[in-house]
């Protein structure tokens, strides 16, 4: 049974900073891309950052120079490093594994974490 368990979120005011993390079972975790995503209220669910099994990562432009992901193999989790937060970065953020080999697709997500960015 496969398991993505975030934690991290909470509430936290303009400029500060927060780190999200992801627990993963189930899965051989370091063949895995991982990914963070987001979903505000009334809004589409929406890419934050990715780290591919081999390392490389990706952001939204949003979030590029504020936020850092970084993946620990050894514990099968991965991290979302996140600065000078903003309003506009609360969502829910959820956790994803991803993997493709041949013709099948392998996606399973967390239940997500709630990031509130207020003063």
């Known amino acids: 049974q496969v398991q993505l368990v975030e934690s991290g979120g909470g509430l936290v005011q303009p400029g500060g900073s927060l780190r999200l993390s992801c627990a993963a079972s189930?899965?051989?975790?370091?063949?895995?891309?991982m990914g963070w995503y987001r979903q505000a209220p009334g809004e589409q669910r929406e890419l934050v950052a990715t780290?591919?099994?081999?390392?490389?990562?990706n952001y939204a432009d949003s979030v590029k120079g504020r936020f850092t992901i970084s993946r620990d193999n050894a514990k099968n989790t991965v991290y979302l490093q996140m600065f000078s937060l903003k309003p506009e970065d609360t969502a829910v953020y959820y956790c994803?594994?991803?993997?493709?080999?041949?013709?099948?697709?392998?996606?399973?997500w967390g239940q997500g974490t709630q990031v509130t960015v207020s003063s």
């Open positions: 780290i591919v099994s081999g390392g490389r990562t």
């Open positions: 189930g899965i051989i975790f370091g063949i895995y891309d």
């Open positions: 994803n594994a991803h993997r493709v080999r041949f013709d099948l697709e392998y996606d399973y």
